[in-house]
């Protein structure tokens, strides 16, 4: 029985606009191919574009948009241009305020290593070919909210800082309930990454997470890592993981780090849920390339579409459930790479260099080979 998906399409700023126009394409191609799904769309703006029209980064209008969609489809936000707004209203304000009134606080960042790219990593061939783990972490608690946050001068003269980490238990819960159900979509097996030995927000969330294990996540291979072991082991032997799910400070450090053994940030997608919305047990979804909108090379037919796209591909697979789907679109990329071509950002020896809309064109011609 076939389905009808409602997106919402945030272009953006910079190279955001010019990705999302191949997205459009791949959308289209599913509509005319698919006897699965029917997605609808709409558009709106975010960002300096949304400041330059309306004198905020995103309305109340694309907001209420966004919230009643099925999914979210975002590009990028910022540049130059707007480097003098009000930091209150700065581009990237639009983008923190989706993720707040959304409550997306489970953020997916895939690190994949496609074999055509396995030279491009830091690491040996060995090391990254074939890997696709994924880290998952708290994007709405922890460090980076806690209060009181702030600089204080003491009576001396000195200053201090204070940064405050907090999490309750029914956060740690939601999040971790994530990682399970991801785990079992995927290869069954769950790390939770905490320092329950030198801070309490540690002891919690492995006293949540143990529990957790036991009942809710019950046939999941399941284990406890310290952050810092977590980061050593991701350069050390990274294909020893699927999932990782952490809080919000370590998972900012280690999704980074995971990214980074896969190449370069025109591949990397991401993905951000909320709580399922009661309706039909879907989830509020945001999909994002990790980039920004890279002025250096906007409007040039230079940016790397493969982030927006494969963040299209989660959208499939972690919205829709149409993972057929989702595994003929990560084929047709793959296969793409390894007929050689290459936008600039991950160009090697003897390869075949395009633009953003070439490599658009050759993922459209994959996908028509992949699904004939
Ligand atoms: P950036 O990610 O935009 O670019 C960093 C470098 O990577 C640049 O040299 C760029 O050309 C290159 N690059 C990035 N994506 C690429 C792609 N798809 N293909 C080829 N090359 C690519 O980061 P930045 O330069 O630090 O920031 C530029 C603007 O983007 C700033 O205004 C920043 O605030 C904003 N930003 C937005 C987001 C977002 O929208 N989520 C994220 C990060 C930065």
Redesign the pocket.
Known sequence: MSTTQKLLLLP?D???VE?MVQVERVLAFFNEKSNNVTFETDSDLV?GCAIDKYGVPLTNEALDKAQAADAVM???????K?ADVPFDIR??AG?LRLRKEMDLFANLRPAICYPALAEASSLRREVVEGLDILILRELTGGTYFGEPKEVVTLENGDRRAVDTTSYTSPEIERIVKVGFDLARARSNKLHSAEKHNVMMNGVLWKEVAERLSKDYGKGVEFEHILADNCAMQLVRNPKQFDVVVTDNLFGDILSDAAAMLTG???MLPSASLGEPDGKNGTRKALY??????????SGQN????I??IASFGMALRYSFGLIEEANVLDKAISNVLAQGFR???IMQPNMHQVGTIEMGDAILKELGAVTA
């Open positions: 953006g910079g190279i955001g990705a960002g975002f590009g990028s936000v910022g540049g130059p707007w581009p990237e983008l370069s940030l025109g994002e390339p990790v980039h920004g909108s890279a002025p250096d090379i230079k940016a790397n579409p982030a927006t936008t600039g950002d």
